[in-house]
């Protein structure tokens, strides 16, 4: 049993209250009060601070538990929603909130019992994992302190470990030493899963399209803010139109939300780097980032004093090995492919919740790829080398799934000649991946809640519980919340399974990895054919960057494989899209869409090649125009797989 608790009750209802007081009281727990509004619950959480709130979300007065529950958030006091009323409209505010579980009126004890063991096991876990993470990133400080190396490098791997604690798209740094600008390297930005891309003057110059003095003109004209603090969206709009330098970021590389770091040298040096973190999230940054930034600080201080005082006792050549551009390919992310920034989020969502046996929830439509995202959860998981069950809940009759997932006797029903392991237990000690839950009967979403939460299983025509340890990972193309609301899913199950969500984007929202995709299914399906198909052709990568691909990835992969079979060189020059789309999309092809810093490098050199009739070298030749010597073009020419017949 979970230890004891103090539990704040807030429910309108004397009767219900009571019992719920009778129950937990039962259970060891201590009631420091029953509220039946919000302001009465208030009250009960200024003497004395609750650690667990069960709260009803219709009260009395004008506030409801939904209004108490950001109150609660603020203060970081967990909170279950207790309701017999489960409308799309109500379900959609109160996840907003993120509650750390949802009990439908009326329930039994073991269900309340087992939530609020759920829910504290969250909360202590979730506490416990930051701390964790804070710890970690103090050890790689003081590592990346001792190490050699450049400037450039040991900022990078601070970065790189901030990515942890701080999501962002983009970080620049305003550097002051001995209370002068400097104009060290700006900041990075990434491209990768742990790839990041150097941007210096020079840099910023090739994407805004600005000279180095009209940049430097804006940095002096923005003011720096020397607290921590953070804006999105609307706040976000204003703080660009006073900080110019803010606002050349957010138009030019299409940011909505920043975070500031403030690192005030204090120790040995005089002055100060300033990280401002931006994200093309509109709502990345909230008031936790704020307390996060504060204990960031001396360490950080720390760190940077000490590369400081290192860095002036170098010699100033410049280092010949530049690591930046280096491609870093990840374990347990191989069978997923693209660099945008809704996956790069994804990556890490995924990376926080697989070390934990915490459910989680995978949403999206069909063909995005759920089952790879289930694969790579349980590859970084501590069970990786157990057993990986999958099932997919709309492929079987309503009257077998309860045998496929919890097995049956022999002799149990017609038919069932010899004794059957389920799923459940095939997966003990490891992962049960449960594709298509939004297709399962509604008469077995309560022994599947049951089996979740009380850790235990019945087999069909058996008559003593079985006792497994099983992660769950749920994906569905279905809209859970719809589905509750139209009484076809159970609240309580959906608020069980949705622990931690994963929304998947669909593939007309990550254009940018469309390239990325096409190329890696050439590489792919040249190897089945056995034909030496290696290439796709300009025309042909418009077509599929303008069309708008209802059947995802998926539908990606068949149409190159089909390209390829019909192929006739080594390029594949046209794709053969569904006609009715593609008068359409021809429509959209001047639509723009953004590009990866790679997809652009090649368009642009691929445009000077064309202007230089393919001509490399000499006077007017694409090295000359693009300033590059013939041998470094040549490079990220074979880097970029740009070839003759690209231009």
């Known amino acids: 049993m979970a230890k004891p608790l103090k539990i704040l009750i807030v429910e309108d209802q004397f009767v219900e209250a009571n019992h719920l007081r009778l129950m937990l009281k039962k259970a060891g727990h201590s009631i420091i009060g029953m509220a039946r509004s919000v302001s009465d619950a208030k009250y009960y959480i200024a003497q004395e601070k609750p650690e667990l709130v069960l709260l009803d979300i219709f009260l009395l007065g004008k506030e409801t538990g939904i209004d108490l529950a950001e109150i609660l958030k603020e203060n970081n006091i967990p909170f279950i929603y207790l309701s017999a009323n489960s409308n799309e409209e109500v379900l959609n505010k109160a996840k907003l909130t993120h509650p750390y579980g949802f009990l439908v009126k009326p329930f039994r004890e073991k269900d309340l019992l087992i939530t609020i063991e759920i829910a504290e096991y969250h909360q202590e876990h979730g506490i416990e994992s930051s701390i964790r993470k804070e710890l970690l990133f103090q050890k790689q400080l003081k590592s990346i302190v001792k190490k050699s190396g450049t400037w450039d490098d040991r900022v990078l791997n601070i970065i790189t470990c901030l990515q942890s604690l701080i999501s962002f798209d983009l970080v620049m740094a305003v550097f002051y030493i001995d209370n002068k600008l400097s104009n060290r390297v700006l900041g990075y930005a990434r491209t990768g899963l742990h790839e990041y891309q150097k941007i210096g003057i020079e840099e910023l110059q090739n994407i805004t399209a ?67 973190f931006f994200s093309r999230q509109s709502n990345n940054y909230n008031k936790n980032h704020l307390t996060l930034c504060e204990r960031l600080q001396e360490p950080l201080i720390y760190a940077i004093e000490n590369l400081i005082h290192a860095d002036k006792k170098l010699d100033q050549k410049k280092s010949s090995a530049n690591n930046t551009g280096k491609s870093t390919k990840i374990s347990g992310f191989e069978s997923i492919v693209g660099k945008s920034p809704m996956l790069l989020k994804l990556f890490d969502h995924i990376i926080q919740v697989a070390p934990a046996d915490t459910t989680v929830l995978i949403t999206g439509e069909s063909g995005t790829g759920k089952e790879s995202i289930a694969n790579s959860i349980q590859q970084l998981s501590g069970r990786k080398n157990d057993p990986f069950v999958k099932i997919n809940c709309s492929a079987l009759p309503p009257s077998l799934i309860e045998s496929e997932l919890f097995g049956h006797e022999k002799g149990s029903f017609t038919g069932a000649t010899e004794k059957r392991i389920g799923k459940f237990e095939q997966a003990n000690n490891g992962t049960l991946f449960l594709d298509e839950i939004g297709d399962m009967p509604l008469e077995m979403q309560a022994k599947l809640l049951r089996a979740i939460q009380e850790k235990e299983i019945e087999r069909v025509g058996g008559n003593m519980p079985i ?30 399974l949705n622990v931690f969500p994963i929304q998947l984007p669909p593939l007309r929202e990550r254009k940018e990895d ?134």
């Open 210 to 276: 600005l000279k180095e003095s009209e940049i430097n003109e804006l940095r002096n004209k923005s003011k720096v803010e020397t607290n921590a603090t953070f804006y999105n969206d609307l706040d976000f709009v204003k703080i660009c139109e006073k900080t110019p330098i803010k606002k050349m970021i957010a138009n030019s590389m299409n940011m909505k939300s920043n975070l500031m770091l403030p690192v005030p040298l204090s120790l040995h040096e005089n002055g100060g780097l300033y990280l401002s």
């Open 467 to 496: 006792k497994v340890n099983v992660r769950i990972i749920a994906a569905t193309n279905c809209n859970l919340e719809k589905e509750v609301a139209d009484g076809r899913f159970r609240l309580d199950l959906y608020y069980r």
């Open 514 to 647: 469309i390239g990325l995709l096409a190329r890696h299914f050439i590489a792919v399906y040249s190897a089945k054919t056995g034909k030496n198909v290696t290439e796709i052709a300009e025309s042909a990568l418009k077509s599929l960057l303008s069309y708008q691909w209802p059947g995802n990835i998926r539908e990606l992969e068949n149409l190159i494989e089909r390209s390829i079979l019909l192929a006739k060189t080594d390029t594949i020059e046209h794709i053969p899209l569904p006609a009715f789309d593609e008068i359409k999309t021809n429509n959209k092809s001047t639509e723009w869409f953004f590009k990866t810093i790679q997809e652009n490098e090649r368009e642009h050199i691929i445009n000077v090649l064309e202007k230089c009739n393919g001509r490399i070298r000499g006077a007017g030749g694409a090295s000359e125009i693009l300033g590059l010597p013939p041998t470094t073009l040549a490079s990220r020419m074979q880097k970029l797989g740009i070839k003759r017949s690209h231009f």
